[in-house]
């Protein structure tokens, strides 16, 4: 991910800078022997929310832990990024990418015998059992070659397999290099997902180091991660826990606010942090009645209906540990399959609205037309729909781990997952354990109901997700974080120099965030009262 800033103030990084460096050099933490350990810090993405909101925690831990930060940047070339974080004191550096465009090592040639004579299904399931001394990383390397190439699955070995596989090695050999000759407490990152990020976290998480995890903008999610199996699992997870804890001190209150935050949500604006806001439910879009969308559609309003919500079939397949199918294609096929049988239902298929900028493969929303051409009882949403109007004329939904199950969820629509979606074991969703159980979820859609407490859970659920775990930033601007819309990045840059002349660490959400949950021994951070 990069991003498209547009031309503005040609002083404005160069302030940032000047104001930096005296803003941030003055402040150190810790002391003694603990001042040798090292947090690693993601500077990976070449985008100004990212790397600035990385730097911000990892300065929190030296604050807060003593840990003195190491940066991860792409390439010496990244000098505006390098510039960045030695205005946070920081001196040293591993460029990434530059290391592991060296020589391929031997060990990848191993790994790629196993996939000798091997395509479709068969090859899938050998990709994702790679591992490298025994530490699990397939999926790491499919969802690499599948974001890397666009390619909605993967069906044989090609030279950008074998390219990946020997880029798995050297990643790994890189990290493993750094965690052996540094003392590292803590990793700061902002994805755990793909090769140059997620062989990072698992390395280190087998180190015994803490990961960080880190996703958004000026409104941020963070949680502590310890351990492979943990920093192998979605980047935000809703904690049954925190649900119940929320619910046993809340009670109605908390079920309140979670419907309002619900409500903000799905009307597409009013949300305090501008670009939270999804596209699905601008405004802009045509928001029709149950009754008037059924028309148009041409279907009968007292037959049941099941939405599949179809994800960015490049996009992390494999984010959302316990996949049951072997990923997002695999899964729409084979859904697909069970709904053509299914003929008393009526199936709604919907696009998901950013997959152009992941893909230029036509192939699955032309599978899509072609069933509804085939078959009475599939439909394909049109495009240009507000995504809450399909949640009055829903039975049930479908997905994997799109956020729609959480907010359909949320409105009463029972959901059935076909993995472990960042929501899932509270209590709300559908979880099948294997396929077979899946296809039996599917065949019961209409008859699934939520009661009373379930849509409780929810509703506190999506206010966990859209507001109590997100956490203010004061050193970053509102800005856009979707790699596809540009920005004004003069504009970002001086809004973080008001930012340091308007307050400090002690002023800002999270910080106080990250102290809060270092006392309590907590892994999620949460927004001050």
């Given amino acids: 991910m990069s ?32 001042t040798s350990r090292r947090v690693i810090v993601d500077l990976l993405v070449d985008h100004p929310v990212y790397y600035l909101g990385n730097l911000v925690l990892a300065k929190y831990l030296e604050l807060t832990q003593g840990l003195k930060p190491w940066a991860l940047v792409s390439s010496a070339e990244d000098k505006k990024i390098i510039l960045l974080a030695r205005s946070f004191g920081i001196e040293q550096f591993t460029f990434v990418r530059d290391e592991v465009a060296k020589e391929a090592r031997p060990e990848a040639a191993q790994i790629l015998t196993q996939f000798d004579g091997q395509s479709g299904h068969a090859l899938r399931r050998r990709v994702l059992g790679v591992n490298i001394n025994g530490l699990p990383v397939g999926d790491l390397l499919y969802d690499t070659y599948l974001r890397e190439t666009r390619q909605v699955t993967l069906r044989e070995v090609d030279d950008d397999l074998r390219a990946y596989t020997a880029l798995a090695m050297n990643y790994y050999a890189l990290y493993n290099r750094l965690l ?22 698992r390395v280190a998480a087998a180190s015994g180091a803490e990961i960080f995890a880190r996703y958004g903008g000026k409104g941020m999610r963070v949680q502590r991660r310890r351990g492979v199996e943990a920093v192998s699992d979605v980047m935000t997870r809703v904690e049954p826990a925190l649900i119940a804890d929320i619910l046993a001190n809340e009670g109605s209150d908390a079920v309140r606010l979670g419907e309002q935050t619900l409500v903000r949500r799905m009307g597409g604006q009013g949300n305090e942090f501008e670009y939270l806001n999804e596209e699905g439910y601008s405004p802009a879009r045509r928001r029709l009645s149950a009754d008037d969308l059924s028309r148009s559609m041409g279907l009968d309003p007292e037959r049941p209906k099941g939405l599949l919500m179809l994800h960015a079939f490049p996009d992390a397949n494999h984010f959302s540990p316990g996949l049951l199918f072997d990923d ?37 929303a032309e599978y899509a037309t072609d069933s509804a051409s085939r078959f009475e009882h599939i439909h394909v949403v049109p495009e240009g729909l507000n995504t809450a109007s399909l949640a009055d004329m829903t039975r049930f939904l479908i997905t994997v781990n799109g956020k729609a199950g959480l907010e359909f969820a949320g409105c009463g629509v029972p959901v059935v997952l076909g993995g472990r979606s960042f929501f899932a074991g509270n209590g709300f969703s559908e979880e099948p354990k294997d396929a077979s159980a899946y296809a039996a979820a599917l065949a019961c859609g209409p008859q699934l109901t939520l009661n009373t407490e379930q849509r409780e ?33 003069g504009a970002f840059w001086r809004g973080y120099v008001d930012a340091m002349e308007s307050g400090g660490v002690e002023d800002d959400a999270v910080y106080s965030s990250m102290t809060t949950a270092l006392e309590t021994d907590s892994d999620t951070f949460l927004r001050p009262l």
């Fill in 457 to 489: 859970r929810a509703l506190i659920a999506n206010d966990l997700f859209y507001r109590r775990l997100i956490v203010d930033c004061r050193f970053l601007p509102d800005t856009p974080y979707n790699f596809w819309k540009p920005f004004d990045e």
């Fill in 3 to 34: 991003a498209t800033s547009l031309p503005d103030d040609p002083n404005a990084f160069e302030q940032a800078i000047s104001r930096g460096v005296r803003y941030w050099r003055r402040l150190a933490g810790g002391g003694g022997d603990r």
């Fill in 180 to 201: 052996s000759d540094e003392d590292v407490g803590a990793v700061v990152l902002g994805h755990l997902v793909y090769l140059r990020f997620g062989m990072l976290s």
């Fill in 328 to 364: 997002f294609y695999d899964w729409y096929l084979k859904t697909l399959e069970i709904a053509f049988e299914l003929r008393e239902i009526d199936w709604l298929i919907k696009l998901h609205p950013n997959l152009a900028h992941y893909t230029e493969d036509t192939g699955p």
